[in-house]
């Protein structure tokens, strides 16, 4: 069974920052493209970046570009998304999420989800 | 960038009920469209992929269908289970969501 678990949410203040940290079992880790995608609350979904399995290409949302950077540690079944620059605007969930993958590689269809956690940006 | 517009925002219907949601790109993507369902408090859940394969797990109510920029979601028969919020996404971009009530 596919379990992501994100951990590395909290209270941070405008301009501050955060790590983010999705642990990863149940798959081969190595082989599929992962991504964060957040949720304001009460809001939709927004997609915010990925890397791809071997880590080597990665992909931010215009939102993000310049303050988060996301890596992965395929020895450690981990992803995780370092978050700079952090504004009230990047208030969500943040959700680790596993790609589809397939033959096509990076696909673009979500088919695991962590739980989310929770961030928080306000002074 | 491409653009994913939903309608309804929100539906009420009946256990039962056929009901179809609608989901537009500002231009072609071929099939690349997924759907997704999400209840309150948990994460989404993979529906369909490639505009019209059935997700691992999901029931066979659930069907998915459209090529270019006209897509739809059907479920044949709703059920009490599946009063959620549904959103289509496409590469980076999802819609902004499809909220399915109690009538």
């Known amino acids: 069974e596919v379990q992501l678990v994100e951990s590395g949410g909290g209270l941070v203040q405008p301009g501050g920052s955060l790590r983010l940290t999705c642990s990863a079992s149940g798959f081969t880790f190595t082989t599929y493209a992962m991504h964060w995608i957040r949720q304001a609350p009460g809001k939709g979904l927004e997609y915010v970046s990925a890397?791809?399995?071997?880590?080597?290409?990665?992909y931010y949302a215009d939102s993000v570009r310049g303050r988060f950077t996301i890596s992965r540690d395929n020895s450690k079944n981990t992803v995780s998304l370092e978050m700079n620059s952090l504004r009230a605007g990047d208030t969500a969930v943040y959700y680790c999420?596993?790609?589809?993958?397939?033959?096509?590689?990076?696909?673009?269809?979500?088919?695991?989800w962590g739980q989310g956690t929770l961030v928080t940006v306000s002074s | 960038d491409i653009q994913m517009t939903q309608s309804p925002s929100s539906l009420s219907a009946s256990v039962g009920d056929r009901v179809t949601i609608t989901c537009r790109s500002s231009?072609?993507?071929?099939?690349?469209l997924s759907w997704y369902q999400q209840k309150p408090g948990k994460a989404p859940e993979l529906l369909i992929y490639?505009?019209?394969s059935l997700h691992s797990g999901v029931p066979s109510r659930f069907s998915g269908s459209g090529s270019g920029t006209h897509f739809t979601l059907t479920i044949s028969s709703l059920q009490p289970e599946d009063f959620a919020t549904y959103y289509c996404q496409q590469g980076a971009t999802f819609g902004g969501g499809t909220r399915v009530e109690i009538k």
């Open positions: 890397i791809s399995s071997n880590g080597r290409i990665t």
């Open positions: 999420v596993k790609d589809l993958g397939g033959p096509a590689g990076w696909q673009y269809y979500f088919d695991s």
């Open positions: 490639a505009a019209s």
């Open positions: 231009q072609s993507i071929t099939n690349y």
